[in-house]
């Protein structure tokens, strides 16, 4: 499969060592606005450089992955369906709810499969614990617990565009329960601190928060999350049910318990997402690969995409309002 890559960022570069290396697949071309920035990737990869609308219309190209910034994400979506290509795109599927919807329409009209890019669902500790969940190791779900600290807040240019701390960070954790608790919750109710840093409450988001989401049959998931871990990047979850508990918890720096007079201690978590979730990006290119030649369901669908965002907007208006949100 020849594959043109959207975004040659931070998280481009990332999806770009997946795609050059997988055996079925070959990082054709590269396009971005800054355009040392898709150089230096192409020239790495050997790839061409183009631009976004090239790389579309070119028939020879059979998928496109677009990692370029959200406010993009609709319009490329619906320019590469029509153009007949398979899609993965980063998450999330815009900034607003209503252009997302607007652009599922379009996508479905266009009939190409579409992915979005959920990668900790490829995680091999979550991955191990929906299994484990789906075999019914635990009975019935009932109470979902889902942590995620970053260690750091991004750069305020950053903060300013990206949609708020919902949209950007949590949206993930929202795709979590989604996946876990088999859709959507009924209520939404969220609060949020700027605890961080002054600017980020400013700039009118927020750096800590805690989102309860209630379901129409009483279970329960609570999702915390920081912009600021002094121990590193933590990534848990717990998972309670009516015959047990599942557990994933931090990937650790090494494996090293010291036990001595003095204590026990060990490694810190993984520093970050780049650390932590390499071996996700590569399974989840490779769940695409393999959807796309099987024609199976794509393994997180556009639905699901635009459905995590109508989470992250409740969320985000319980948190300005004070008010628990009906979906």
Known sequence: MKVGLLGAGRIGQVHAVSIAGHPESTLAAVSDVHAPAAEALAAKFGAEVRSSDEIIADDSIDAVLIATS???????????????????????????????????????????????????RFDPSFAALKSAFDAGEIGKGELLAVTSFDPGPPPMAYVKVSGGIFRDMMIHDFDICQWLMGGTPETVTAKASSLVDPEIGKAGDFDTAV??????????????????????????????????????????????????????TGAKPMHFFLERYMPAYAAEWDAFMKAVASGARMPVTLEEGVAALAVAEAATESAKTGKTITL
């Open 70 to 120: 959200t406010d993009t994400h609709s319009g490329l979506i619906e320019a590469a369906t029509a153009a007949g290509k398979a899609v993965l795109c980063e998450k999330p599927v815009d900034l607003s709810l209503e252009r997302a919807r607007a652009c599922l329409a379009v996508a479905q009209k266009n009939g190409q499969p579409v992915m979005i890019g959920f990668n900790r």
């Open 211 to 264: 989102v309860t989401l209630t379901y129409s049959d009483g279970r329960i998931a609570t999702i915390r999350n920081s912009r600021r871990a002094a121990f590193g990047y933590d990534q848990r979850i717990e998972y309670l049910g009516s015959e047990g508990m599942l557990e994933a918890k931090n990937m650790l720096e090494n494996q090293l318990v010291k036990s001595t007079a003095a204590g026990v």
